[in-house]
């Protein structure tokens, strides 16, 4: 009995799996069958739980999943421990967002510190909980219970351990510098992180002269689109080997570089202008100016250093917008610091932490910093200093988590890990590792390694691994701490119940060994991006015993999305390198994203996010996997596509048809699978045996080459096309007749045989990408028709090429088959003729006598397969003879030189030789003579179509031409009528739910007679192919007596009108 319902539906096979792997324990036992295996080391990266997992997440861990899988199979015992992120600032913004916490200083003010952590703790609870139900819902394979969490005590210890490591190689420190700062989540951010966050932002575009002290009405022309700034200009900065101008306007005098004078002046709308002086930009150096807000903000009385309020020169200056003078505020861009640190001028850096100015700025005293854009152009406009005003849409860094624009600020009191003295090692190791691409390590990740800034690792936040730094309140000394049991060993105060986390931590005194003062946490936590950067030791417990981290270092495979590359690989690699010299990991896959259907990002504030739970009960896990992984290379980015997933759907649906196929026949003649019986009659097998055989083991062969380099797109693509061309489209039809033959014909066993080791072949190679379906099929009908094979799909190994069942001479013949067989249908549909309609004769003009050879070859299985009645190859194209070629007037191009005599030149046209005018024409102009008048003819003014008789059709092949005769006879139009009454019945066969053996009564009652006579000339093929008993055959003259059949049905095949009634005997 069959085991397998008639329809696929993925969400019922996906339940039952699921029930099926919970109640055996098939997870435990794949384990445990692989236990003596070599290692293969899987390191999570860990997602974070503030939020579902949506198709983008999903789409990663199904390659995750592929892989893990894939290598279990190859016998690999293979690490596979989850891993969860739950600290840090995406958390705790999701908090604030959940309880209405508006700005930071809420949390502890109006909820308490140690409320919001609980909520913190609260939250990551719920969203792990449905993190590990939908990875388990896709088919994840993971050691959840065992997973790690960064928000443990001994996780954080970890962090702990890798800082005081750090702080002793003398890469922890604190540093003055300019830092991007969020001032709605009022923390500094790191620059990996800063990369992640760029969006289009409009602001104000401005033009601003400064006046030139001791030079009457000369003025330095500066351009920023950041006004706010203005506040803290203390320098100009110029090129040393520019040109710059000095240029008359109406009697003032603006100096701007030679490259953007023209530009300066178009946009301020100035006509009249001259060029009075030319300098190079080193012989300003030190020219002073007077600065626009002198009167309004004290620090610029309160300085007159050599260089502040002064030209600079830098080989940061460009010309490819602006003036060729760069606005110079060290308080506010990293270049401008460093220029300001190089010049020895004081930092004025009048903002605090929330983006709001401070009394320094009287003026904008605890207004925030982008408001006041709109102010600054208008008191310049008041001074007579602006030159210029517009707005600009430009990239512009905002936070990564809450879409703020960020503000760069000079601080003193954040800490970084340096790359100074790591940076030569972290290149170096990055080169050992295997990228997929190639370009993602070597290139984007390489060069942004050389040039990456140190590591901000400070945030002023509450949930997160504590930075472990105390400070003497007395003498300042610093002391960091590297485990729980050294803080308390060293503690005067401890509180009774304590945890590594605010505000418990913060409680914890120390005594100074300096000075005996009391020392106080430095209260920061650190970026979470280091938490999950020390997932290759934290997450085995390294520090209590380094024995299981020894047996897995470094891991041989991680993948997470491309934005990582910043984030958690360089993360990783940096904490690795400063603990262990070395990278972490052997081999990584870089993913892109995936977007909604139109290209664009999914965010849930324009409502396109798609869930994978919604996905997953809506389509299936499996339907959803394949698509994910095939649809694209892992690092292109892909369009979520429902119609797509549709398309690719029903390629398993074929699959889980040929099975109903295999099954229904294998059942009836109650088969076993012998593969030793097999491998004997193979030799005398039919060549269409030999060709599946051969081209199973090409596609095993080239799916391991795929799947070796992590290609999932290739070596999924590679099993879709095997299963819906090759098997589905050319084997079975080809088979079909055999399945009739007597139980114990050695050509029927041989196709029972051929068919359930390749089906039993492919579901293991298939077992990654769909592992719902693959077990399904394997057990509930491989494991039927096989002695001794294991319950699951799991635990068996992965099939490898066997290579003397390779035959390419085989594949190559039939890559002949299946090409006549693409050209001839096209043939076909030109003509409006059906497949199942057969033809007189089909001619390959074959392209060489190789290729004709293989064609005469499979005469035999051509017949059959093409539908026609006669097949043969020749190397001479005789159909030419048939071939009529017809003039063509190309009215666009004789129109504008004929116009006057078109109707007397296409009448010409038609009166001439096609094959002597295309002759002439190939060899250059042709002349010819329209009523007296000499007409000269190019290429292009005539297009020549050939078109052949009303009985032939024609297509282009890669093998040849292929021309299908579709004459009709009586014969043929007979057959052809009857292909398609048998098809009808058979659709009433499974309507009626009848079993493949069960043998009917029947009547067909034609609208004509003439259909009567047809169908009578092939009544007995009828009869055979409908397991009729009684068939009868009625005109429209004749009414059948309807009352004795149990089924009745009204069908039109073309004009013709079918009545067929049906009764099970």
Same mark, same amino acid.
């Given at each position: ?116 952590? =609980? ?128 240029? $008359? ?82 308080? %506010? ?31 904008? /005293?605890?207004?925030?910093? %982008? ?10 406009? /008041? ?180 934005? =990582?590359?910043?984030? +958690? ?17 052997? &081999?990584?896959?870089? =993913? ?57 759907? /029903?390629?398993?649906?074929?699959? +889980? ?95 029972? $045989? ?42 068996? &190994? ?19 088959? =299946? ?175 009848? /079993? ?45 007596? +309807? ?23």
């Amino acid at each position: 009995m069959s085991q397998l319902p008639k329809r696929y539906d993925p969400l019922v096979v996906e339940e039952e799996v699921l029930d099926f792997w919970n109640k055996e324990k098939i997870y435990d036992k794949t384990l445990e069958s692989r236990k003596s295996g070599p290692k293969w080391n899987f390191l999570e990266g860990p997602p974070t739980t503030n939020g579902f997992m949506h198709v983008g997440h999903a789409r990663g861990r199904a390659m995750k999943d592929a892989q893990i899988r894939y290598m279990t199979m190859r016998g690999y015992d293979v690490w596979r421990r989850g891993g969860w992120d739950m600290q840090g600032l995406p958390v705790e913004l999701e908090v604030e967002k959940k309880e209405g916490i508006v700005e930071k200083g809420l949390i502890e003010s109006d909820v308490g510190m140690d409320v919001f952590v =609980q909520k913190c703790k609260d939250l990551v609870d719920f969203y792990l909980k449905r993190w590990v139900d939908d990875s388990v819902r896709l088919g994840l394979w993971l050691d959840y219970p065992n997973a790690y969490q960064t928000r443990k005590d001994d996780y954080i210890e970890h962090v702990w351990h890798f800082l005081k490591l750090a702080n002793e190689k003398g890469l922890l420190g604190r540093g003055y510098r300019v830092n991007p700062t969020c001032p709605r989540c009022v923390t500094a951010l790191s620059g990996h992180e800063v990369s992640q966050g760029y969006a289009t932002k409009v602001d104000p575009s401005i033009y601003v002269k400064f006046q030139l002290v001791d030079k009457e009405n000369e003025y330095l022309v500066i351009w920023t689109t950041t006004p706010f700034t203005l506040i803290s200009n203390e320098m100009v900065s110029v090129h040393p080997k520019y040109k710059y101008i000095k240029v $008359d306007v109406g009697g003032e005098f603006w100096w701007i570089v030679e490259d953007l004078v023209e530009t300066v002046m178009g946009k301020a709308k100035i006509e009249s202008y001259s060029q009075v002086e030319t300098l190079t930009g080193k012989k300003m150096l030190g020219w002073k100016y007077r600065h626009p807000f002198y009167d309004e903000v004290p620090f610029h009385q309160e300085h007159d250093e050599k260089y502040m309020h002064a030209v600079v020169t830098g080989k940061h200056v460009t010309v490819e917008d602006g003036t060729g003078l760069v606005h110079t505020a060290p308080g %506010f861009g990293p270049d401008d610091f460093e220029m300001g640190k190089e010049y020895n001028v004081p930092i004025l850096a009048p903002v605090d932490t929330t983006g709001k100015f401070t009394e320094e700025v009287p003026m904008f /005293k605890g207004k925030m910093v %982008f408001d006041t854009n709109a102010e600054v152009p208008r008191m310049l406009e /008041k001074k007579g200093l602006l030159v210029h005003e517009e707005t600009i849409s430009h990239e512009y860094p905002h936070c990564w988590r809450c879409d703020t624009p960020l503000i760069y600020l000079a601080d003193k009191t954040q800490w970084f890990l340096k790359m100074t003295g790591v940076r030569d090692t972290l290149v170096k190791v990055n080169n050992d590792v295997t990228w997929t691409p190639d370009w993602a390590g070597a290139g984007r990740f390489g060069d942004w390694l050389a040039n990456a800034d140190d590591w901000c690792i400070s945030r002023s936040r509450v949930w997160g691994s504590p930075l472990p730094v105390w400070v003497c309140d007395d003498c300042k000394s610093e002391v960091v701490i590297g485990s729980r049991k050294e803080l308390k060993e060293r503690a005067i105060k401890f509180p009774d119940t304590f945890e590594m986390h605010r505000p418990w931590v913060d409680e914890v005194v120390l005594k100074c060994e300096k000075c005996e003062g009391e020392m106080h946490r430095e209260q920061f936590v650190t970026d979470c991006w280091l938490d999950s950067g020390m997932a290759h030791t934290a997450s085995v417990d390294y520090v209590k015993d380094p024995t299981l981290f020894k047996s897995l270092f470094p891991y041989d495979f991680i993948t997470e999305a491309v934005d =990582q590359s910043r984030g +958690w690989f360089y993360s990783l690699l940096y904490t690795s390198v400063v603990m262990h010299g070395q990278a972490p990991f052997k &081999d990584c896959v870089s =993913q892109e994203h995936v977007l909604d259907e139109d290209g664009g990002k999914m965010s849930k504030s324009r409502g396109n996010v798609v869930w994978a739970k919604d996905a997953l009960e809506t389509i299936g896990a499996d339907p959803f996997r394949i698509f994910m992984l095939t649809r694209s290379a892992s690092w292109s980015r892909m369009n979520y596509s429902q119609k797509e997933i549709d398309l690719t759907r /029903k390629k398993l649906d074929v699959l +889980w048809n040929v099975v109903l196929f295999s099954e229904t026949y294998m059942e009836l003649d109650k088969f076993k699978f012998d593969e030793k019986r097999m491998m004997k009659f193979l030799p005398k097998a039919n060549l269409e045996d030999k060709w599946l055989l051969s081209r199973l083991q090409s596609v095993v062969k080239e799916y391991h080459e795929h799947m070796d380099k992590y290609l999932w797109h290739h070596a999924g693509r590679v099993l879709l096309e095997f299963i819906s061309e090759d098997l589905s489209r050319v084997y079975l039809p080809l088979v079909k007749k055999r399945v009739w033959l007597d139980s114990e014909d050695p050509k029927k066993v041989m196709a029972y $045989d051929v068919m359930y080791y390749t089906l039993q072949t492919f579901i293991r190679v298939l077992n990654p990408f769909t592992p719902f379906l693959s077990e399904k099929i394997h057990k509930d009908f491989l494991v039927r028709f096989a002695e001794g094979l294991p319950e699951s799909v799991n635990l068996v &190994d992965m099939p490898m090429a066997v290579e003397n069942l390779m035959d390419k001479e085989i594949e190559a013949t039939f890559d002949v088959l =299946q090409e006549l067989r693409t050209s001839s249908s096209h043939a076909r549909n030109k003509r409006g003729v059906k497949l199942r309609h057969p033809v007189a004769k089909v001619t390959l003009i074959a392209t060489d006598k190789e290729t004709s050879n293989r064609a005469e070859s499979l005469r035999d299985l051509l017949l059959y397969d093409l539908n026609t009645r006669n097949f043969e190859s020749l190397l001479t194209d005789i159909m030419a003879e048939f071939t009529q070629l017809a003039i063509k007037p190309n009215y666009k191009a004789l129109g504008p030189r004929y116009k006057d005599m078109m109707k007397d030149l296409v009448a010409q046209l038609q009166k001439e030789d096609a094959v002597k005018l295309r002759a002439a024409l190939e060899k250059g102009p042709a002349i010819m003579q329209v009523k007296g008048k000499k007409v000269e003819l190019v290429e292009g003014d005539v297009e020549f179509e050939e078109s052949l008789p009303e009985h032939l059709s024609y297509a282009d092949s890669k093998i040849g031409k292929v021309y299908v005769d579709i004459t009709r006879t009586k014969e043929l139009e007979a057959e052809g009528l009857v292909r398609d009454v048998t098809r009808r019945v058979q659709v009433m066969r499974k309507e009626m739910d009848l /079993k493949v053996e069960q043998s009917i009564d029947i009547v067909l009652h034609f609208s004509d007679q003439e259909s009567v006579d047809l169908a009578k000339m092939f009544e007995d093929y009828l009869k055979n192919e409908t397991r009729a008993v009684t068939l009868d055959l009625v005109g429209p003259d004749e009414e059948p007596g +309807w009352k004795k059949y149990s089924y009745i049905k009204e069908w039109e095949i073309d004009d013709l009108k079918l009545k067929v009634g049906m009764s099970a005997v």
